[in-house]
Every structure is written in structure tokens, then in C-alpha cells.
């Protein structure tokens, strides 16, 4: 258990790499001939699990504090692969087992095994291996090799697998077109787009992806709704070859996400290593703005201090893992806050709209749930005991909410965090300057 009191913060701090650009990076350097490097590296447990499963595929991975070297090696030496609770691994892998003419088995543990994972059949099957779930649910067994193809996905529950198509498909000995129906978040397609022209990958696509946004000055990035389309076609020729990169990763706007709230609700901070780029959460910026925060932007630098904050309506549905940190926000604005999206929620950590609406009601929040939308009411927070749910964006919300609670707040299994940033509560410590309580 972990207690954080109500405190001020007015510190820097620099932001933690992405999970979901290290993952990627990752993958891709498994599948290239020779030595890759991956330099500001996570070693969150997401990544570790993507580690993992790419020297089960046959690559040789070394760690080192500050890079990761990954010799490519497409002949897998293990016959179950296990993602831990990553979803991303789960279905970014599975599309590049199936590269394979060996049978192999791709688990987790934790919620990850109640996750949905059926849309990866039927496509599978049609670009020519075979895929069979546990009654739509993990784990999931595949043999390849996949051969490519045309083929037509839903991207109404996760844009995870599209990743892993465009991963697999240029290794195929044909060309493959994806039609994507319904796509969502999917600036994170674009992202893996990104990765793969690193490696030497092309990837073409019918419709226009969102390209590298700006936050310069008081720019930011779209609103979420102008960036999707109802129907998006990847065309992928085959018989294509990874090169070698160098990579270095980028700093986590999930994360981030936070330390920019705390910023906006307990004084001050500074966020380092947060550049332009294609990651939804970079949507903090917009909340943030809408609500009435002070912010600067300084190439890579991000400023945020508290004024009168008022209430905001947000869309996260393409970004619906600011949800958590969107609440602290709208938690302590002045009026009624909306939340588009909810019904992106059901399928994370936990069922995370439930769970956000069960626990900031025990410490005083007045929220709830009207069809898509989560509403907030601002009001003082009287703290109290949560319980994390083993979510990791639920522990660390919860936290950065205690500082402006009455009498702070007990997180109970804290210890989930280490799925995405391992160093969040350290790096708490830091910026309110003195020591968190821990009880173990």
C-alpha cells in the first residue's frame, strides 16, 4: 500500500520512454537481419514481455541501462510465447508467430486472458494460416506461414492487430491489401507506419494517416474526431527485408499525462523529453487548454502550472487512455465535465470506466456514466482508500488526485505501475519533495 498526502509540487522531471514505441521497435528489430539499437529504452513490464517474446522468435536481446541491441532471428525457439498482461503484445505478436510453419501458442496472465481477441481469427485464416482462440479469448494458437493476401478487418475494438499485420505482411512472398473498417486510435497505426520506415518497410495506404504534429508555441495536435476515417486501406507489397536501425525512443505522453495534470491542479511542473509526435495522448495538451491550464511548450520541454481551472468536454475516444488522468482534471474544475468515448474503456486493465466511476466515488468524486460519456462534477476530494484493480493508469490517477484531497489517499496494490512506468512513484517523491509513505 501506498499513501500520498495532499501536497504542492514544483519540480522537472523527465518523461518516461513509450511503451507503445518500445514495444514496436522491439518487434521490428526481431525481424530484421542483423544488430539493431534501441536507446532510451522502457523497461517497463510491457516492454520486458515484448523482450521476451521476441527472443523466443529467435532473436538475441541485450539490455544495458541505456540501450537495448537486438540481433534479428526469424526461427523461434519457443512454442508458447506468454505477453503477461500486455494487450498490445498479444495481438501486435500473434500476425508475426503466424509467419511461422511451427505451432505457436500465444498467452498471458491477468485480465489480459479475459481480453477479446476473436478478430484475429477469420483474418488470419484468410491470409493463410491457422488461428484458433479459447472462446474468443486468449490464449491463442497459430501456424503459419501466412502467405498474404486481401483482406478485411474490424478496427472498432483495437487498432493492436492492424500493428501486426503491417509487421508481418511484408515478409509474406505476396502483396496483401488490409481494409480496415471502423478504425480507432489510429494515430498508434501510424506510429507502427513510422517504425517500419526505420527498418527499411514501406507501407502505403488509401486514405491519408495523421502526420507528425506540432506542439510548438500554443499549437497542438487535432481533435480526435478529425483524424479518423470510417474506412482506411493498407496496401503492403511482399517480399520485402528489414534493415538494421538505430532507434530512440521517444517519451511517454501516457504517462506523462499525469505529471501534466498534477502540474495543472498542484502548482507546478515541468515535463522533459516530450516531443512532436504521433501518440494520442499528446491530446492532454488540448484538455488541458480547454480547462484553463498555463501551459508553455519549449521544443521538447512542456509547462504546466495551475490557474482557475473550469469544466471542459473532451473526445477521447481515439485516446481513451487519458481517461484516467481526464478525471483528476475534471475532478477539480469548476463545473461539469464530458467525456466522449466510454465504450473504448470496457476491454483495458480492468473494466475501466466502472472501475474509475467505483473508486473516485469512495474518495469523494461526484461521477457517472450517461451512454458514451463520463460525466465529472468538480468538488473538493475528501481522499480515502482505493483499490487499484491492478491498473496501472487507476493507481497512479488516484495518486496524482490526492494531492488536493482533504485527508490524501491509500492505493492499494501500487505496485502495478511497474506495467507502464515503473519509476512513477519515485519520480512523485521528487517533485512534492518529500517522502511517500509506503506500507507493505
Not at 479518423?228 to 503492403?236: C, L, P, R, S
Not at 502550472?305 to 477539480?332: G, I, Y
Not at 486493465?349 to 472501475?355: G, I, K, P, V, Y
Amino acid at each position: 500500500m501506498r499513501y500520498i498526502k495532499p501536497s504542492e509540487i514544483n519540480g522537472e522531471i523527465d518523461a518516461p520512454p513509450s511503451k507503445s514505441m518500445m514495444q514496436r521497435a522491439v518487434a521490428a528489430a526481431s525481424l530484421a537481419e542483423g544488430t539493431s539499437m534501441i536507446t532510451n529504452p522502457s523497461f517497463c513490464d510491457d516492454a520486458l514481455a515484448a523482450m521476451r517474446i521476441a527472443e523466443g522468435l529467435g532473436a538475441k536481446v541485450t539490455r544495458e541501462n541505456t540501450k537495448v541491441i537486438i540481433t534479428g532471428g526469424r526461427t523461434p525457439v519457443a512454442n508458447t510465447l506468454d505477453c503477461g498482461e500486455s494487450g498490445l503484445c498479444m495481438r501486435m505478436f500473434t500476425p508475426i508467430a503466424a509467419l511461422f510453419n511451427e505451432e505457436i501458442v500465444i498467452t498471458g496472465s491477468g485480465s489480459l486472458l479475459k481480453r477479446p481477441v476473436e478478430m484475429m481469427e477469420q483474418p488470419l485464416t484468410t491470409l493463410g494460416a491457422s488461428c484458433n482462440t479459447t472462446n474468443g479469448k486468449p490464449p491463442i494458437t497459430v501456424k503459419g506461414p501466412l502467405k498474404g493476401g486481401t483482406v478485411k478487418v474490424d478496427g472498432s475494438v483495437s487498432s493492436q492487430f492492424i500493428s501486426g499485420l503491417l509487421m508481418a505482411l511484408p515478409l509474406c512472398k505476396i502483396d496483401s491489401e488490409i481494409e480496415v473498417v471502423d478504425l480507432k486510435s489510429e494515430q498508434y497505426v501510424a506510429m507502427t507506419i513510422e517504425v517500419l520506415k526505420l527498418f527499411g518497410i514501406k507501407i502505403k495506404t488509401e486514405n491519408d494517416l495523421p502526420i507528425r504534429l506540432k506542439t510548438e508555441g500554443q499549437s497542438c495536435v487535432n481533435s480526435s474526431a478529425e483524424l479518423t476515417h470510417n474506412m482506411q486501406k493498407f496496401i503492403i507489397a511482399g517480399k520485402q527485408n528489414y534493415n538494421v536501425a538505430s532507434v530512440t525512443v521517444e517519451g511517454d505522453w501516457s504517462g506523462a499525462a499525469f505529471l501534466l495534470v498534477a502540474g495543472a491542479i498542484a502548482d507546478k511542473i515541468k515535463v522533459n523529453k516530450l516531443s512532436n509526435g504521433l501518440q494520442p495522448d499528446q491530446q492532454i495538451i488540448n484538455a488541458l487548454k480547454n480547462a484553463g491550464a498555463k501551459i508553455e511548450i519549449n521544443n521538447e520541454n512542456v509547462i504546466v502550472s495551475k490557474d482557475e481551472l473550469n469544466a471542459f468536454n473532451f473526445d477521447a475516444t481515439n485516446c481513451p487512455d487519458l481517461f484516467p488522468p481526464l478525471v483528476v482534471l475534471a475532478c477539480n474544475c469548476k463545473g461539469t465535465s464530458r467525456i466522449t468515448g466510454v465504450e473504448r474503456l470496457l476491454h483495458k486493465e480492468s473494466n475501466r470506466a466502472a472501475t474509475l466511476v467505483e473508486e473516485f466515488t469512495k474518495i469523494g468524486a461526484k461521477i457517472k456514466i450517461v451512454g458514451n460519456i463520463m460525466e465529472i462534477t468538480g468538488t473538493k476530494l475528501k481522499g480515502g482508500e482505493i483499490n487499484s484493480h491492478n491498473d496501472h493508469r487507476i493507481a497512479m490517477a488516484c495518486a496524482i488526485a490526492a494531492l488536493k484531497s482533504e485527508k490524501g489517499v491509500k492505493i492499494n496494490d501500487p505496485e502495478c505501475v511497474a506495467k507502464s512506468y515503473p519509476g512513477f512513484f519515485e519520480d512523485l517523491d521528487k517533485l512534492i519533495g518529500t517522502k511517500i509513505n509506503k506500507k507493505r
